[in-house]
T-cell receptor, first 114, second 113 residues
Framework: GENVEQHPSTLSVQEGDSAVIKCTYS??????FPWYKQELGKRPQLIID?????GEKKDQRIAVTLNKTAKHFSLHITETQPEDSAVYFC?????????????FGKGTHLIIQP | EAQVTQNPRYLITVTGKKLTVTCSQN?????MSWYRQDPGLGLRQIYY???????DKGDVPEGYKVSRKEKRNFPLILESPSPNQTSLYFC????????????FGSGTRLTVV
């Protein structure tokens, strides 16, 4: 089955700086890569996703990049703000096919320092 | 409002006492899944269902059962709970093509003593 590794487990950045979270996956058949944000005590919520036919996707201050050859994808947050503090999860799956669901990384606790 | 509803939000029970956590979605999603979340381990899939009467094991199915008799409901059953099942549980649903991402329920925090 799929295995997703996520780094770092904790990331502390100054407010206004950029943050980068990296994930690798093992199954070359995976073609859908979402990112979820989980605030303390709340449910995970989808913030951005990318499919394997695209190398980069942006949505305001967040962007995701995908390197299919290296089986590596990353989340980039620019101009970080206090409300960006949360746990972020990457995930991988075979959208539109395959029997199993999303496989998640273990999460990154992002701390925005004032 | 489109949502996934889980109940209860919090539950404390004793070892061996059967319990059911309910999950219902109103988005006509074919795919539903249960995850447990533990510190340092992330979200691990317990069971999933591709559609009515179709269920399969995820990565950590031991000690759990599920059923999918109706499209909207996907209950999680612990026949004989044990303390190692103390965890935060999330139900999620999505369209058959999971390229649309999951919608998660609010979570159920279960403590087994």
């Amino acid at each position: 089955g799929e295995n997703v590794e996520q780094h770092p487990s904790t990331l502390s950045v100054q407010e206004g700086d950029s943050a980068v979270i990296k994930c690798t996956y093992s199954d070359s058949a995976s073609n859908y890569f979402p990112w979820y944000k989980q605030e303390l005590g709340k449910r995970p919520q989808l913030i951005i996703d990318i499919r394997s036919n695209v190398g980069e996707k942006k949505d305001q201050r967040i962007a995701v990049t995908l390197n299919k050859t290296a089986k590596h994808f990353s989340l980039h947050i620019t101009e970080t703000q206090p409300e960006d503090s949360a746990v972020y999860f990457c995930a991988a799956s075979q959208a539109g096919g395959g029997a199993d669901g999303l496989t998640f990384g273990k999460g990154t606790h992002l701390i925005i320092q004032p | 409002e489109a949502q996934v509803t889980q109940n209860p939000r919090y539950l404390i029970t004793v070892t061996g006492k059967k319990l059911t956590v309910t999950c219902s979605q109103n988005m006509n999603h074919e795919y539903m899944s249960w995850y447990r979340q533990d510190p340092g381990l992330g979200l691990r899939q317990i069971y999933y269902s591709m559609n009515v009467e179709v269920t399969d094991k995820g990565d950590v199915p031991e000690g759990y059962k599920v059923s999918r008799k109706e499209k909207r409901n996907f209950p999680l059953i612990l026949e004989s709970p044990s303390p190692n099942q103390t965890s935060l549980y999330f139900c999620a649903s999505s369209l058959r093509d999971r390229g649309t991402g999951y919608t998660f329920g609010s979570g159920t925090r279960l403590t087994v003593v």
